[in-house]
């Protein structure tokens, strides 16, 4: 079932506990590709099977490497950090708590576009829910650089943006298109987000104010898909062509939200 015009299906009745057969995997890799964010409802997975999931589709990365203790009171080698990566708003006491920084996931961003290869794609299991709230927007840049005059198109080809890990703005960053080409479809999309830093080139303000124009333009409301999560939704998105963000819009200091995340390594973008 479609989700909406901006993207997002909904595969039910797949048990996704045990092996793919292969027309299933094809069904959900055609999928993926066509709406670009995959809903599973009602799975019950432990990590090691969403790994083996997530495995179907590519080289799915270890998490953590980059961080060697987390502020909450993580360590490289915990849970955190196993095979699929816990994502929750508790503190090392279990207390919910609430982190706007500019890492933190209520902004709008790409999975780790400050690597030479980002991510292909990124899956993400509801394990714990607030009562109501907790969404995840995706933005679908495709359709935003689709819908661009043509003059700001012709602008923007061949710029490169530069991309910075927000915890860690001083670190290692890479450089990639701007408008980027699906490898699978072919589809020119906008490739930026809360880690794109500057335009190379370009004088750092008009960078940061081209990059923030778009980055509007990107997250009108047309162009969004809202998921509204339930227990055992199980998610895979499209990194090479959404941004997405986690939405605050519930009791951040009191209700609980637990979610297993797992990435599968990319290409470099063209």
């Not at 009745?13 to 094809?26: A, F, H, M, N």
């Not at 902004?107 to 690597?115: A, E, L, N, S």
Request: glycine share 8%; charged share 20%; aromatic share 8%.
């Amino acid at each position: 079932m479609r989700l909406s015009p901006a993207g997002g299906v909904r595969l039910a009745g797949i048990d996704l506990s045990q092996p793919l057969s292969s027309d299933q995997k094809d069904a959900i890799v055609a999928a993926f590709v066509a709406h670009q964010v995959v809903v599973f409802p009602e799975q019950s997975l432990s990590r090691e099977q969403q790994f083996a999931f997530a495995a179907n589709f590519g080289e799915v990365e270890a998490h953590g490497a980059h961080r060697p203790a987390d502020k909450a009171g993580g360590k490289a080698g915990d849970k955190r950090y196993a095979v699929a990566h816990v994502m929750t708003n508790l503190d090392a006491d279990g207390n919910p708590t609430v982190r706007l920084s500019p890492a933190a996931n209520y902004h709008w961003h790409t999975d780790k576009p400050y690597r030479a290869r980002p991510p292909l794609m990124t899956l993400l299991h509801a394990v714990e829910l607030p009562p109501r709230g907790g969404d995840t927007e995706f933005a679908n840049t495709a359709l935003a650089y689709e819908s661009l005059p043509d003059e700001t198109r012709r602008r923007i080809a061949g710029l490169r943006a530069v991309f910075r890990p927000a915890f860690d703005p001083s670190g290692a960053c890479a450089d990639h298109p701007l408008v980027r080409t699906h490898p699978d479809t072919g589809r020119k999309s906008l490739y930026l987000g809360n880690h794109a830093t500057h335009i190379l080139g370009m004088a750092q303000a008009e960078g940061a104010a081209l990059l923030g124009e778009l980055l509007h333009h990107a997250t009108q409301r047309d162009f969004v898909y809202v998921h509204r999560w339930r227990i055992g939704d199980l998610i895979m998105w499209d990194n090479r062509c959404l941004l997405h963000r986690a939405v605050a819009n519930y009791d951040v200091l009191r209700d609980r939200r637990i979610m297993h995340r797992s990435v599968v390594r990319g290409t470099a973008p063209f």
